[in-house]
């Protein structure tokens, strides 16, 4: 099988990328030749990564702003992203939130509701819409980017740990679903990452890295670009057999 990282004519939708992780993943895709959507809730911030990628690679990028919370502001993002390339084929869900009081005793349901629309409820909503625009150009593969953390849990942090708990259950329903499709679906669950997310952790908390680290194998903390051969390997043609798999990039931290 003649497969490698050429995503030539492909187009790849990374929603959350203007930062973090998601901002890594965007340049790998364009590194190697796929068109991109950049997308967060901010257009000023997606027009800017654009260009970014552009001066770079001389990526064919598509900036365009989309709350993957709001239900019904989904179907037009995908609707303009068919429009503007006429195919859709990787789709990484990325986008995600991680309030810094999502204990089991927070009272204000309010924000366990907006962590679950934003990180379980978004991906569901977006897979589901892009799946047809995948299985009639022939099939594509959708990653859902989950965490460690879902498989151990821990204080103050039960709404993230939760929502992506549902979201490794839901890859595994969506890939026998979407098989028939051609159509693969898997999860990544990252460990601790050098990001703006964990930052905030680490100011709130200090020692927070430190701790971190301690708990992996290679007691180090990630940089963002590491998960970019992960990411790519599961959208490209290299993983052919592989779907319904949750693949754990944390430098040897235990699942559990």
Known sequence: ??????????????????????????????????????????????????????????????????????????????DAVVERFGRIDMLVNNAGINPTSDSLSDTDIGLWRKVF????????????LVAPVMRDNGGGSIVNIATVGAYSG??????????KAGLINMTRTMAKE????????NSLCPGPVKSELTEGAERMSPGFYERAASATALKRVAETEEIIGPVLYLASDLSSFVTGDDIVVAGGMPRG
Not at 47 to 61: C, I, S
Not at 117 to 128: A, C, D, H, I, Y
Not at 154 to 163: E, H, I, L, N, R
């Open 117 to 128: 629309q934003v990180n379980l409820e978004g991906p569901l909503r977006m897979s589901t």
């Open 178 to 185: 979407f098989a028939p499709w051609n159509i693969r679906v």
């Open 154 to 163: 821990g204080p103050g942090v039960g709404a993230y740990g939760a929502s």
């Open 1 to 78: 099988m003649d497969a490698t990282f050429d995503f030539s004519g492909k187009v790849a939708i990374v929603t959350g990328s203007t930062k973090g992780l998601g901002r890594a993943m965007v340049d790998g895709f364009a590194r190697f030749g796929a068109k991109v959507v950049v997308s967060s809730r901010k257009q000023d911030l997606c027009d800017a990564v654009a260009q970014e990628l552009r001066d770079a690679h001389g990526a064919d990028v598509l900036p365009l702003a989309c709350h993957v919370g709001e239900w019904d502001a989904i179907p037009t993002f995908v």
